[in-house]
């Protein structure tokens, strides 16, 4: 539930790290991301929070106390319209991030791990021989016994590649 203890740190240094610290380190920072709370999921939990305390107090103790939940019903709103808000924003401060952000380098992480290398591509592949073992093994095709790319390099076309598909999902 706190924030990320590597806030301050950029994507690109946090995936280079865990692209040089090998797969352990990838997986493991996976599981981190999994149980991170995002700016959104704590404005509605301290919403929630509020109501409910609003409510309890307003019937043990006083009416008044209906005010809290009728504030923390404004800042929903807001939050619903506008997408961010007044709570979002200082969660953000606080070093939550965004479930786009953390999504973003879960992406990054899970394309150095290769997840995605055996997904079908619209690129060609001008070694017809392997392509013709890919399909009959069922395996993949080209396989290279050393990286193409240091850790950071990767770390560094993983983090393009993931800001142009974002690009061209907007259009």
Same mark, same amino acid.
């Given at each position: 539930m706190n924030p990320t203890s590597k806030s301050t740190t950029t994507l690109l240094d946090r995936v280079a790290?865990?692209?040089?610290?090998?797969?352990? !380190?990838?997986?493991? =920072?996976?599981?981190?991301?999994?149980?991170?709370?995002?700016? !959104? =999921?704590?404005?509605?939990?301290?919403?929630?929070?509020l109501i409910v305390t609003g409510f309890v107090l307003a019937t043990v103790h006083n009416p008044y106390w209906m005010i809290l939940p009728a504030i923390a019903g404004g800042l929903l709103l807001q939050y619903l319209f506008f997408r961010g808000g007044i709570l979002a924003e200082l969660y953000c401060k606080l070093g939550y991030r965004s479930g786009m952000q953390i999504d973003e380098e879960r992406f990054a992480l899970r394309t150095l791990r290769g997840d995605y290398r055996n997904l079908p591509t619209m690129a060609e592949v001008e070694d017809k021989e392997s392509i013709g073992r890919f399909e009959d093994e069922g395996g993949p095709a080209l396989e290279s016994a050393e990286p193409l790319y240091g850790p950071r390099e990767a770390a560094v076309l993983i983090v393009a590649a993931g800001k142009e598909l974002r690009k061209d999902e907007t259009k």
């Open positions: 790290a865990c692209a040089t610290e090998g797969h352990e !380190s990838i997986q493991n =920072r996976l599981v981190e991301l999994d149980g991170e709370w995002t700016a !959104s =999921r704590m404005v509605k939990a301290t919403l929630g929070v």
